[in-house]
């Protein structure tokens, strides 16, 4: 099997390879047999150090630094276990085999540093990934098979009742009861990268507008904690679209996002992290004020208000009502995805409110509050951008929904900048009407003022 798998990938490495060769130093073929080795990628034990995160971070939050809502329950603590793990410990040089309805049930963690740090070019690193986990995976799907027809050897079994043993499961002793657990185990096989390095930069990218978002959700009277959704969203990527053309930090669906916003081809607020920072608390407003509740309001935010409304008027009166949504009310939207979002959702929150003893490396910088202003005058951002960038180093980043700098924009446009502008051509928007209006309709502020050129 370890013959057959290295010649496979090598083969399929070898046609990632660009003309000129890129490895320097060790020869590819030793580097690929070193890769494929059990020796370099086998299963790593993470239960240890699991163990004594979770009781100092998760558990008991020993510093009481998150609001009494997110407390985790038993019913959602595996799931935040595993996200914890896959968010703290773990860079995207790893990848987790595991169980997607169980993620207690860790079947091998395979390690790809030496394949990161080597001199192939991207293209055959990301092809022999693909083809170490492939066949990881189709060798794990094999021993569950074989459990299943009663082929027992201690040497298939292994793994198996290993990633059992360690999720505290046993193979029930009924053939019939065990044969339908073995193959549930061989649907919900799903594989999952490291996110730690991941979230260190998504951390990075956020000091520029930290100070700003966390006064906004002070004055939307919101939990501190929902600044863990654009990291889950997005890693707090401004830029970011998903498959679905979900956009920006936040990923806004167009639909959604039309509701808040200005969205235009060359304008698009959702690409603004402040202005898309506005029109999410809007939304969390709202959900909380129909839901009643933040674990619902949270989830609402990813699978929408409308689905978990309808089953919440059954159950309001509820304790844990989420649990409880997804115990007794399954939905079909519900997939992995959305039934894991809540339990990222936590486990990004205990990260990020303990960073200081999670992420030890990140330097903390203190950028200034931003202002939002509307401009009463036509702009070009091209020139405006270029006279402020010596008050406001950053005036690009924090204007992405400017798509072309080099085009007129009209009377009514969102700025965003540490500078104090010109109030006879821009308007700066004060706290009170930040949550009383919508980014899109920012522009009746300004209509009873004028633009002067003087």
Not at 220 to 226: A, G, R, T
Not at 262 to 290: E, G, M
Not at 386 to 401: A, Q, R, V, Y
Request: with cysteine; proline share 4%.
């Amino acid at each position: 099997m370890k013959k057959t798998l290295f010649f496979i990938i090598l083969i399929h490495a070898l046609k990632s390879f660009p003309i000129v060769p890129v490895t320097k130093g060790k020869d590819d073929i030793q580097l690929l047999e070193s890769l494929t080795s059990q020796q370099q990628i086998t299963y790593k034990n993470l239960s240890l150090s699991f163990q004594e995160s979770l009781k100092k971070y998760l558990l008991d939050d020993p510093e009481q630094r998150l609001s009494p809502f997110f407390k985790i329950n038993n019913y959602f603590l595996p799931s935040v276990r595993f996200w914890f793990k896959i968010y703290s410990e773990h860079s995207k040089d790893f990848i987790i085999i595991h169980d997607k309805n169980n993620l207690n049930i860790i079947y091998d963690a395979v390690n790809f540093q030496e394949l990161t740090n080597s001199n192939l070019n991207r293209y055959t690193k990301v092809n022999l990934q693909t083809d170490i986990v492939r066949e990881r995976l189709k060798n794990i799907r094999s021993s569950i098979k074989q459990l299943i027809n009663n082929k027992n050897s201690p040497k298939i079994d292994n793994i198996i009742i290993n990633a059992l043993n360690r999720a505290e499961l046993t193979l029930p002793k009924n053939q019939i009861k065990r044969n339908l657990f073995l193959e549930s185990l061989l649907t919900n096989l799903r594989s999952q990268t490291g996110q730690k390095d991941v979230v260190i930069g998504a951390m990075r990218k956020y000091q520029l507008y930290q100070k700003t978002v966390e006064k906004l959700i002070t004055l939307f009277q919101l939990p501190k904690e929902v600044i863990s959704i654009p990291f889950v969203e997005s890693s707090f990527n401004t830029g970011a679209e998903s498959k679905a053309s979900a956009v920006g930090a936040w990923q806004f669906v167009k639909r959604t996002g039309k509701k808040f916003m200005t969205i235009r081809k060359d304008y698009d607020q959702r690409i603004n992290p402040i202005i898309s920072t506005l029109s999410a608390l809007h939304l969390l407003k709202q959900n909380f004020s129909v839901l009643k509740d933040w674990p619902l309001s949270i989830t609402a935010y990813n699978s929408g208000t409308k689905n978990l409304f309808k089953i919440y008027k059954h159950f309001k009166n509820k304790e844990n009502k989420l649990q409880f949504y997804f115990e007794n009310h399954p939905h079909p939207n519900i997939a992995f995805a959305s039934k894991n979002y809540y339990a990222e959702f936590l486990a990004m929150t205990y990260a990020l409110n303990y960073s200081d003893m999670i992420f030890k490396d990140i330097e903390q910088s203190n950028y200034p509050d931003l202002k939002i202003y509307i401009s009463l005058c036509n702009i070009w951002p091209a020139k405006l951008f270029k006279g402020l960038k010596t008050s406001d180093p950053n005036i690009f980043k924090t204007n992405t929904h400017f798509k072309n700098h080099k085009k007129k924009y009209p009377r009514g446009s969102i700025l965003i900048s540490t500078s104090d502008l010109n109030p006879k051509k821009f308007y700066k928007i004060e706290s009170q009407y930040l949550t009383t209006y919508y980014p899109k309709n920012f522009f009746k502020l300004i209509k009873n003022h004028n633009c002067s050129n003087k």
